[in-house]
């Protein structure tokens, strides 16, 4: 398994960017895929998440809208479109790859694999 | 939101044993999973389902989840071992959201 982000770069307040994790190594289009991301110094965020199958969109809600996740399944890769960036979305943004496990209580849930991650600084 | 929390820094010698708590409320009815971070490198799963191990992990890692607490537990801490840690849950009361606690620092002395 293997993912690779890009994208990341210095972008102003108010600005956009789009992010992108290209994935290999295993059946994309059936995986759930997740962006967490970590501040400079800070612990580990959970962003948005997509479903394999369906597509459904999951965002955390700190949010407040101006993220969008989608993906390509021709072409293996994930994007987070990100909006109206503030100081605060500074931060190494890993794409990671969502494990279910199935046949047991309740939702069991993880970050399988992760990317090296792209660094956002949003800056004036 | 649901949180977790952990305490900010461990520290422990070689060849002796690291734990490392994860607190929540009734976290013992979820499912817990374990991260680690070196430095300047991206997360690592090391245990999913409150104690197992993905493969390739050492058997020097292991979990436990009871109560309100959560526990990874490192024998034998090598310096390899001198990383951040995670507890991650998922917390299905507020929309399908992915928790993680606040982050150990273990130092191996």
């Not at chain 1, 994935?23 to 612990?43: C, E, H, I, L, Y």
């Not at chain 1, 479109?81 to 046949?103: I, P």
């Not at chain 1, 209580?105 to 399988?112: D, S, T």
């Not at chain 2, 999913?48 to 009871?66: A, H, L, M, Q, V």
Request: proline share 4%; net charge positive; aromatic share 10%.
């Amino acid at each position: 398994v293997q993912l690779v982000e890009s994208g990341g770069a210095l972008a102003q307040p108010g600005g956009s960017l789009r992010l992108s994790c290209a994935a290999s190594g295993f059946t994309f289009t059936n995986d759930a895929m997740a962006w967490v991301r970590q501040a400079p110094g800070k612990g580990l965020e959970w962003v948005s998440s997509i479903s394999g199958g369906d597509g459904r969109k999951n965002y955390a809600d700190s949010l407040t809208g101006r993220f969008t996740v989608s993906r390509d399944n021709s072409k293996n890769t994930l994007y987070l479109q990100m909006n109206s960036l503030r100081a605060e979305d500074t931060a190494v943004y890993y794409c990671a790859k969502l494990f279910r496990l199935r046949g047991v209580p309740g939702r069991v849930e993880f970050f399988q694999h992760w990317g090296q991650g792209t660094l956002v600084t949003v800056s004036s | 939101s649901y949180v977790l929390t952990q305490p900010p820094s461990v520290s422990v010698a070689p060849g002796k044993t690291a734990k490392i708590t994860c607190g929540g409320n009734y976290i013992g009815s979820r499912s817990v999973h374990w991260y680690r971070q070196r430095p300047g490198q991206a997360p690592m799963l090391v245990i999913y389902y409150d104690s197992d191990r993905p493969s390739g992990i050492p058997e020097r890692f292991s979990g436990s989840n009871s109560g309100n607490t959560a526990t990874l537990t490192i024998s034998r801490v090598e310096a390899g071992d001198e990383a951040d840690y995670y507890c991650q849950v998922w917390d299905g009361s507020s929309d399908h959201h992915y928790v993680f606690g606040t982050g150990t620092k273990v130092t191996v002395l």
